[in-house]
């Protein structure tokens, strides 16, 4: 009975396979033939791409020559398999029609097809099973980052294309083997491990072998005069180039770089119970490079600055750079094993990258507070996006490649860890971690989605995980929180939390954190599980009222929390780091909303813990926000005004902290709002002399800085301080640096006009890094009067930029352009763009709204203000919450 049984589901199976066979085979026909050839790789073209191509790999080779004007001459072969031929196949390649000498598929020449960034193979050539188009090219220089000594690819997230012709989507991984040919005095760096080189005359050609089966965003190699180094460590050896020759820099970090990258290895082996995944693990220090890393397998690059720290470096920059090499580290498991399908979970990988180069540095960092860390790092930049009228679900949809790069944020790399540690906690770190381990085991070397990895997470959870994602994931937004305290006889009789949507909405954010009862002789912690709008705190009935109620104290809850006054005169006693920051970030938070206090009474609060606050990440929030309160939310009235009393606090509170580094924030923050000629000849004369003060510790670069601020203000002809800080540097990508910004700080407005118009030049906007800091300094407050009329213009680039700059170039653009700016003439000027392209691309039009949220805030703070004190003296207004009933 059995076997008869089994013979006939075989056969129902046999029957339903067939059925399902032609019916794809038939699907996958109606599709091809409804395929447009359309600039971009859109998502059906992908999806058809996906079923009808397997087996892919590429056979590449590059001739570079010295000089980068030159032409880099190419040619490739692309191996695959096609399931079906009903319809011309579309090889992406984004550059001119010129660029392609010669195609052939399968052996036969054919005429060339190319229109709209694809070549089109016609199906007469092609066959059902293996093909092979063999390509003669001139390589396309839009993502090869020529320098005059070195070049490298960033080719995330559809940038392969620009480069040679490809199929360029996440989910058709290939082998590539690759060959260049550069000059003979240059190193070469590439996926695949070192075959062999050949020195030819004056050219070397470096053969790689096949790299790991990889996503065509990962295809990567640079070449360039660069210095060798190799490791072993964990019974690994690593190799890494530079081209750093700071000997102190070089002394200082070339330890930490490589044991923290054993570290993070180690870390991710035994969290995931999978070993390192790929062939070798070598990275690169490129000097401007665009991100502070890319994943590269095999190759992962980084920019030098975050990797090379000195003696002077920072507790924040030690971390920094940890966590830098840990994210870049989880990636070769989070992305690189396991890719997103489509790049609308591009935010998958970053999320995981993210949340385990937290735990790493926690572990790999002596004296790393993980909490305080993960607040600091996660919370103001997520706020920074989410509170505005701009801001995007962790979770968009792409409708084609073109447009990835806009899905990139702070929404995807803070906000989205905030939300995994929320999840995390809700299921419990051990499901949660055997989850992810299942995940990865299961799509190994392919592609997954975020719904097939919440089908696993859920079936490991009682928690309904479907409806816990649609608002933390699927939707934008923070809620704000108020509460209703109810006492009897000082003891109290209900507390009750309720949380309302930012915008006005009744949505609900389930969610973990804690509240703290603060009495004179103690306090007492309670969590709160946020799963309804009005949530009744039972644990807290009973308790003595307290003197005051701190909320989330641990730093894990997210939104906008409220403020008990009654705790401001007690905030610098708080003992917990953790506690400190959260209430800073709270404070912050509701001043932006005209919550509870203003611009100028903040900072008056704040400017007693200069001297008070010992932790160091914690003073680099407090300066931090003091000076975008004293720059973006004060008149330029009100910070002259203050400016002597608060140089002279912030210098005598440096003169009390005793760590280098606390001293060194502080001077840094003495150097950003100095506006006295007292504090200037005093910033002038340590610039001078090359002395700082007692017990900070500055390099080239710190006084390189110093130069620049010194330039700013017009100190006494601001370019010979700028030419000869210049003659002081030795690097040359560091002087070739200062070089490009120094126009952009000059006295002179017609030269100041004349740099902002050689950006509408494209290769004027090649190092994004200097273009972004020269704008800082173009468009800061001393230089907004004539400044503001470069604001249009920067608007109208911005669709150029979009489509030639690399993925964070057009919000970078925007918040070095419009950050700063705090009149109603700079606002009315975005207003009116939005309102004359009522059909502006809507990711762009985003990410317009996020850059300006500051100045419309600033727009109205400034206008609302009532004025404050030039002392510390402070007169907070009472903040009622909504429900608040005191008895």
């Not at 065509?216 to 530079?242: D, P």
């Not at 073109?402 to 499901?431: C, F, T, W």
């Not at 709160?528 to 009744?536: D, G, L, P």
Request: aromatic content about 10%; proline content about 5%.
């Amino acid at each position: 009975m059995k076997n008869n049984y089994i013979k006939s589901l075989s056969a129902g199976l046999l029957l339903f396979t067939c059925a399902a066979s032609i019916s794809c085979s038939e699907n996958i026909s109606t599709v091809a033939d409804s395929l447009p050839v359309e600039t971009g790789v859109s998502e059906e073209l992908a999806s058809y791409r996906k079923k009808v191509i397997s087996g892919l790999a590429y056979d590449i080779r590059l001739y570079i020559p010295e000089e980068k004007e030159q032409p880099v001459l190419a040619s490739e072969v692309i191996s695959f398999k096609l399931k079906e031929n009903s319809a011309p196949l579309q090889i992406d390649f984004k550059e001119k029609s010129d660029h392609l000498q010669q195609v052939k598929v399968n052996g036969t020449t054919i005429e060339i097809d190319h229109r709209n960034e694809h070549l089109v193979i016609p199906t007469q050539y092609l066959k059902v099973g293996q093909n092979q188009v063999e390509i003669q090219f001139t390589a396309g220089d839009l993502s090869l980052n020529r320098n005059e000594e070195f070049l490298y690819t960033l080719l995330v997230p559809d940038r392969a294309r620009t480069v040679f012709p490809v199929f360029d989507q996440p989910n058709l991984k290939a082998a590539f083997k690759l060959s260049l040919t550069v000059p003979k005095d240059w190193k070469a760096l590439a996926n695949g491990p070192l075959l062999d080189s050949l020195v030819v005359d004056e050219k070397k050609t470096y053969r790689f072998a096949s790299s790991d089966t990889i996503s065509t965003y990962l295809f990567s190699f640079a070449a360039g005069k660069f210095k060798h180094v190799s490791r072993e460590a964990n019974g690994r050896v690593m190799h890494f180039y530079h081209r750093e020759t700071d000997k102190s820099k070089l002394e200082q970090s070339m330890d930490p770089i490589f044991q923290i990258h054993a570290d993070a290895l180690a870390f991710m082996e035994d969290y995931t119970q999978i070993p390192y995944p790929f062939q070798k693990f070598d990275f690169i220090a490129i000097p401007d490079f665009q991100y502070g890393g890319m994943e590269h397998v095999g190759a992962i690059d980084y920019k030098a600055a975050s990797l090379f720290l000195d003696e002077g470096a920072t507790q924040a920059q030690k971390i920094s750079r940890s966590n830098l090499i840990a994210h870049e580290t989880a990636h070769m498991w989070f992305g690189d094993l396991v890719t997103m399908q489509w790049f609308n979970d591009v935010w998958m990988k970053e999320v995981f990258a993210n949340f385990m180069a937290d735990k790493i540095t926690q572990v790999a960092l002596e004296n790393s507070n993980y909490d305080l860390k993960f607040l600091i790092d996660h919370f103001p930049a997520a706020y920074s996006v989410d509170r505005t009228a701009g801001a995007n679900p962790i979770r968009q949809p792409l409708s084609n490649l073109q447009d990835a790069g806009s899905l990139y944020g702070n929404i995807i790399y803070h906000k989205a860890p905030v939300v995994m540690r929320q999840l995390e906690r809700l299921m419990g770190e051990e499901a949660f971690k055997k989850g992810l381990q299942e995940y990865l085991k299961t799509y190994a070397n392919n592609n997954a989605t975020w719904p097939q990895l919440i089908e696993i997470l859920d079936a490991r959870t009682p928690e309904d995980l479907q409806a816990w994602n649609q608002v933390w994931v699927n939707e934008p937004g923070r809620p704000v929180f108020s509460y209703e305290l109810e006492t009897e006889n000082g003891r109290i009789k209900q507390l009750l939390l309720e949380q309302k949507g930012e915008d006005g909405s009744d949505r609900l954010w389930p969610q973990f954190f804690e509240i703290m009862l603060v009495y004179p002789n103690g306090q007492k912690e309670l969590t709160v599980n946020m799963n309804e709008a009005v949530e009744e705190i039972k644990a807290a009935a009973g308790e003595q009222a307290p003197d005051f109620i701190l909320f989330n104290t641990t730093g894990q809850g997210y939104g906008v929390f409220p403020v008990d006054e009654r705790m401001l005169p007690s905030l610098y006693s708080l003992k917990e780091p953790v506690v400190r920051a959260s209430a800073y970030i709270n404070l912050y938070e509701n001043m932006l909303n005209s919550r509870s206090i203003e611009p100028g009474e903040l900072l008056n609060l704040y400017r007693e813990g200069l001297d008070k606050e010992t932790e160091e990440l914690n003073l680099r929030l407090l300066t931090s926000q003091s000076e975008d309160i004293y720059w973006k939310f004060l008149t330029p009235e009100e910070r002259k005004k203050m400016a002597p009393s608060l140089e002279q606090e912030l210098w005598s509170a440096m003169l009390q902290q005793k760590t280098a580094n606390s001293k060194k924030l502080l001077f840094k923050t003495y150097q950003s709002v100095a506006l006295t000629k007292e504090a200037q000849d005093r910033l002038y004369q340590v610039w001078e002399k090359q002395e700082a003060p007692a017990g900070v510790k500055l390099t080239e670069d710190d006084y390189t800085s110093l130069a620049l601020a010194l330039a700013l203000r017009d100190y006494e002809s601001g370019e010979g301080i700028l030419e000869r800080q210049l003659a002081r540097i030795e690097n040359p990508d560091r002087k070739k640096r200062l070089q490009f910004m120094m126009p952009a700080l000059s006295a002179e407005v017609q030269e100041r006009n004349a740099f902002f118009a050689s950006l509408k030049a494209e290769e004027n906007r090649e190092k994004e890094s200097w273009v972004n800091a020269a704008l800082a300094y173009l468009h800061h407050p001393l230089r907004a009067e004539t400044s503001e009329k470069y604001l249009k213009e920067s608007l109208d680039l911005l669709e150029e930029i979009q489509l030639t700059g690399d993925i964070f170039f057009p919000y970078s653009w925007l918040q070095a352009t419009f950050g700063s700016y705090q009149t109603p003439a700079a606002a009315s000027t975005v207003r009116t763009f939005l309102e004359a392209h009522p059909d502006y691309n809507p990711k762009l039009r985003a990410k317009i709204l996020q850059a300006a949220d500051d100045l419309f805030r600033a727009e109205k703070l400034v206008k609302t203000s009532k004025g404050f004190q030039s002392g510390k003296g402070i007169s907070f207004k009472i903040f009622l919450p909504t429900l608040l009933r005191m008895k």
